[in-house]
């Protein structure tokens, strides 16, 4: 009798065990991308000012801002892009999320929250993806 | 005398023009896809943020490719080239410099397909190889400028080490398509 409650215990706990092991797995395997509109902002600056960072020393850079979602703010000097629209900041190119359609102007004083993936060199700007308009009350 | 002084003028003027006008072209929402087959599965990751230079005159060309733009279907797949293969934190962008050779044989203002050889050098993950490949540009009806490219990388070329576990998944050559839509550049 003690025996087959033994037997039963040890299948019991095998099965969680597996079936733990299995979720975690496919969990993993399927997890969702990250969600960039949501996340906490880790540093909030001005466009030309995330530029000077990375032209000042930019293995510094590199660690403090890239993969990181940030703020920035400027003013658009040009929207570039057919199939990625890009605004141009001074310092900083913003490539919106394909969500993101909010209707935006040459010389807008905007506010963008996007994550920083590298420094153009031949531009001199920052580049950010996913980037998402902030709408603040002027 | 007063004819020499006006040839020369002239003659200034024509080279004060010609250094303004340099017929740089670029983009910045360039296509770089990347394909890898093996009988384990398929993988493909997607950038619309390629931006490129080049100068129609002299041929002088760049390429930058932001690594982290890359879009996978699985998330997962996402993270493992990232922060395992490519290391997009320390390496965050793959560059080519070099020239569009033979582009003097293109003409931009007539539709029709040229090719061109790009050579020059390819970093990616931070090792540098020289490379020649076959680039094409497509002047379109409209008068637009597009370039296209495929070509093959070997990861192994650039230290990029595969672990064991996914050895099996990931091809030892993939397939790079570059897809380009150019602007005139004006400074």
């Known amino acids: 009798m003690k025996e087959k409650k033994t037997v039963i215990i040890i299948v019991a706990v095998l099965i969680v065990l597996i079936g733990g092991g299995l979720y975690a797995y496919f969990g993993m395997y399927n997890k969702s991308h990250r969600d960039y509109f949501n996340e906490e902002p880790a540093y909030e600056l001005k466009s030309h000012e995330l530029r000077d960072d990375f032209q000042e020393d930019q293995a510094a850079a590199q660690d403090k801002y890239l993969d990181k979602v940030l703020i920035v703010t400027g003013a658009i000097k040009k929207i570039e892009g057919d199939t990625n629209k890009t605004l141009i900041l001074d310092g900083a190119a913003c490539s919106l999320h394909k969500s993101e359609t909010g209707e935006v102007n040459s010389g807008d004083q905007v506010k963008i929250k996007g994550r920083a993936t590298a420094y153009d060199d031949m531009f001199g700007d920052v580049r950010l993806d996913n980037c998402f308009l902030i709408k603040s009350k002027p | ?187």
């Open chain 2, 1 to 187: 005398m007063k004819i020499k002084s006006l040839i020369l003028f002239v003659l200034s003027v024509l080279t004060v023009t010609n250094v303004f006008t340099q017929n740089k072209y670029y983009t910045r929402d360039g296509h770089v896809s990347f394909f890898s087959s093996t009988p384990v599965e398929d993988i493909k990751a997607v950038n619309r943020n390629a931006s490129c230079i080049f100068d129609q005159a002299t041929g002088k060309v760049e390429f930058n490719v932001p690594m982290k733009s890359f879009k996978f279907e699985k998330a997962l797949m996402q993270e493992h080239f990232n922060e395992d293969f490519i290391e997009s934190n320390e390496y965050p962008d793959a560059t080519f410099k070099g020239v569009f050779e033979g582009i003097e044989n293109v003409d931009f203002k007539k539709e029709g397909e040229y090719t061109v050889t790009a050579a020059g050098d390819f970093t990616v993950h931070g090792v540098t190889r020289e490379r020649e490949d076959e680039f094409t540009f497509i002047i379109t009806e409209d008068g637009e400028i597009r370039g296209k490219s495929v070509f093959m990388v070997k990861p192994a070329d650039h230290d990029i080490e595969i672990p064991g576990s996914v050895r099996e998944n990931i091809a030892k050559e993939v397939e790079v398509t570059v897809k380009m839509n150019y602007k005139e550049l004006k400074r």
